[in-house]
């Protein structure tokens, strides 16, 4: 019998968040390609930003946030007034959950989806339901026959994590058109960055016709300022509205505000990081199979490099270890089979592929 304090009882069920490792005890040097960060670091003239911005970190930031907006807006083509920041999109996704989610208001994700939509919805009360995947692909159709009067939000990843798998821009607005107008849905849009298809969008379009979808972005991928936490959504103005509401007032720090105006302003960050990552992608990509690993087809910075067995995973993980490499074990995404690889850069990637080559071999 206790008698100390007790949280609501679904807290209980949320299993933490497992983050990607950053070292190996015992080794010289550890190539960390674990979290799916960007591969060259912090763009120049963010580093400068923050330099230039710390004398004035005693002061509170601007908390709406209002020339990250307009950077954001102009950079993007996008409406300021829509956009709403956070610390990380993680933040904005757990506002989401906790405004439009809670007890009796469902949330339909896929089964490998972003484990986050599971841990914020839970905590926000709500019922988080997982819709199994076809060829680790998200299935709309098996989404949409999982939405009912009680659903308030669905999630999407597009691109997937950590799968790498995408939606068309068709596919996404033919779901949206299908979905009862009482649920938002959001489009989680980490690694909009990455994707070099014609037949992708981000969400964009699809948050400026409809009034029930949001799109979420992050600055710590591509634009390198993970540990700065900053993220954004583009929303409907009745939906920036309440995040407007709840969010943290200053929720974005003065580093972070800084930074993130800075590193939308390098003309060729872009492009660079991009093209980098379609080549090492490709290269990570045909030198595994050729290994004789399967690897899923991906448009992100990252490949999930399927073993077909849990301890052959386990054993690959353990090998790349002892050479001083971190990947991602994705057991807590449903697949224990898998390891979740980001593509660092070129030494990295090299690194990378000839270890797995030693373990196919070995
Ligand atoms: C990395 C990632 C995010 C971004 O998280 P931040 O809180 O912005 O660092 C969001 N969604 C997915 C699917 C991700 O992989």
Redesign the pocket.
């Known amino acids: 019998m206790t008698t100390g304090p007790s949280p609501r009882p679904e807290i209980l069920r949320i299993h933490p968040y497992v983050a990607g490792e950053s070292s190996v005890a015992g080794v010289n040097r550890t190539i960390k390609l674990s979290?799916?960060e960007g591969a060259f670091g912090i763009p120049p003239a963010a580093r400068k930003a923050i330099e230039d911005a710390v004398g004035e970190t005693y002061r509170y930031p601007d908390g709406g946030a209002e020339a990250l907006h307009a950077a954001l807006g102009k950079r993007w083509g996008l409406d300021p007034a829509r956009i709403v920041c956070?610390?990380?999109?993680?933040?904005l996704?757990y506002q989401l959950c906790l405004s439009y989610g809670g007890a009796g208001r469902d949330i339909v994700m896929s089964a490998h989806g972003?484990t986050?939509y599971e841990i914020a919805g839970t905590y926000a009360g709500s019922r988080v339901i997982k819709v199994p995947e076809r060829n680790l692909c998200t299935d709309l159709d098996a989404m949409l026959a999982a939405v009912t009067d009680a659903t308030r939000l669905v999630f999407i990843?597009n691109p997937?994590?950590p799968t790498g798998s995408m939606l068309s821009a068709a596919e996404v607005a033919r779901f949206r058109q299908r979905l009862p107008e009482h649920v938002l849905l959001v489009i989680?849009a980490?690694?909009a960055e990455y994707v070099d298809r014609d037949d992708y969008d981000a969400g964009a379009s699809l948050v400026d016709t409809s009034g029930n979808t949001v799109m979420?972005r992050?600055?710590?991928?591509m634009f390198g300022l993970?540990g700065l936490?900053?993220?954004w959504c583009y929303a409907p103005p009745a939906v920036a509205s309440v995040l407007n509401r709840v969010r943290g007032t200053f929720n974005v720090s003065v580093l972070g505000q800084a930074a993130a105006i800075a590193s939308l302003s390098d003309p060729h960050w872009v492009d660079q990081c991009k093209a980098h990552n379609t080549k090492y992608r490709q290269i990570m990509t045909d030198s595994l199979r050729a290994a004789g690993i399967k690897v899923w087809p991906s448009v992100g910075n990252f490949v999930l490099a399927d073993f077909e067995s849990v301890d052959r995973a386990n054993a690959a993980d353990a090998f790349l270890r002892t050479r001083g490499i971190i990947v991602r074990k994705v057991g807590p995404y449903g697949l224990p089979h898998c390891l979740r690889i980001t593509i660092g850069t070129a030494e990295e990637t090299n690194m990378l592929i000839d270890g797995l080559m030693a373990f196919a071999h070995g």
């Open positions: 979290s799916n956070g610390a990380g999109s993680d933040d996704l972003f986050i990843a997937n994590n989680d980490a690694y979420t992050t600055f710590s991928k993970a936490r900053v993220g």
